[in-house]
């Protein structure tokens, strides 16, 4: 395989990503590779459990190759980009329904498409190096890959705070959210990794957990702060919520000076997904409302602009279209959520359907 690498130990069968100039990005062949490990892996009775992780100490996966993305939405208005959403959102789907166990390390860097590749697996672990989040607004682009249903399973707003700012969260702060379970200190993911050979992930995780030297992931601040992020971060409009963090003052303006910098277009959008996604009925309900919205707004200005001022030239300085949140319409938001003109997304069947 090209950047996927596959190996059984015991009864684990391992994936790792193995794209480290990149972070581990994910292209669309890498994609594909994975997919077509799990389906390995769920046909073999050998392997009991499945580990995803990522080469190196420095990301499990910084998302996915955006880059990539923009030029095909420049050159051919997104047929490749569709294409990859399609097959990228099937596998977070796979992974969520994988019929084994499948434990994700989320150490190191973990954004956007690395979350859609580890948040949906049954036993997702972070550590002291994790830094995990959803920076789409940074690049006039909305959280996908299942980030709207993840977010949106606790009660409360800090999956809106998360999604709004783009900032990005350490362990103890990733399980707030919901997009981690356990944590595990970074110099014990070897031990880890061996017990999980021979052992469930549930024993040889609570088996750490309970033999010396067990530790607490590093505080968060998620947590303490719920209540005031629940009030700033409540309702259906974006501009409010910019308004309630200004009047609180201290860490609220802070926060809203944040937004104020992200796609004002962006920011709208991903808050409408959020709410409808509030009231959808399962995860595959919300990647297909996922890719109607990515398809819409990687066709925006912002998009294209976002990238460039992130990714390639670096000046950090996008001009956004429109520059503010007063501009964005209640159309523009309303028509991301339109069916595109290639069809839904239509997901597999679930894989130990495919393999009976």
Known sequence: ???????????????????????????????????????????????????????????????????????????????????????????????????????????????????????????????????????????GFVPDVGATWLLTRHRGELGTRAALTGDHFGAADAIALGLADSYVPTDRLAEL????????????????????????????????????????????????????????????????????KRSPFAVAVTLAALRRARRLGSLEEALAQEYRVSRHTSLAPDFSEGIRAQLIDKDRNPTWTPPTLAGVTHAMVEGCFAPVPEGDLELPAPLAEEIA
């Open 193 to 260: 990794v061996r017990l999980l050979e021979s052992t469930h992930p549930d024993a040889a995780i609570e088996q750490l957990a309970a033999e010396p030297p067990a530790a607490e992931p590093p505080a968060g601040t998620l947590e303490d702060a719920q209540a005031q992020i629940d009030h700033a971060f409540a309702g259906d409009d974006a501009e409010q919520i910019v308004a309630r963090l200004e009047a609180a003052g201290g860490e609220g303006r802070a926060l809203a000076a944040t937004i104020s």
């Open 1 to 139: 395989m090209g950047n996927i690498r596959t190996e059984i130990r015991g009864a684990l069968g391992v994936i790792t990503l193995d794209r480290q100039e990149a972070l581990n990005a994910l292209t669309h062949e890498m994609v594909r590779e994975m997919a077509d490990a799990l389906r390995a892996f769920a046909g073999d009775d050998a392997v009991e459990r499945v580990l995803i992780t990522g080469a190196g100490e420095r990301a499990l996966c910084a998302g996915g190759d955006v880059v990539t993305l923009r030029d095909d939405v420049d050159r051919t208005r997104g047929q490749a980009a569709a294409r990859f959403w399609r097959d990228e959102y099937a596998l977070n789907a796979r992974i969520a329904r994988f019929p084994k166990p499948t434990v994700a390390l989320q150490h190191g860097i973990v954004l956007g498409g690395g979350v859609g590749i580890s948040g949906h697996a049954s036993h997702r672990v972070v550590t002291d190096s994790t830094r995990i989040g959803f920076p789409e607004v940074t690049i």
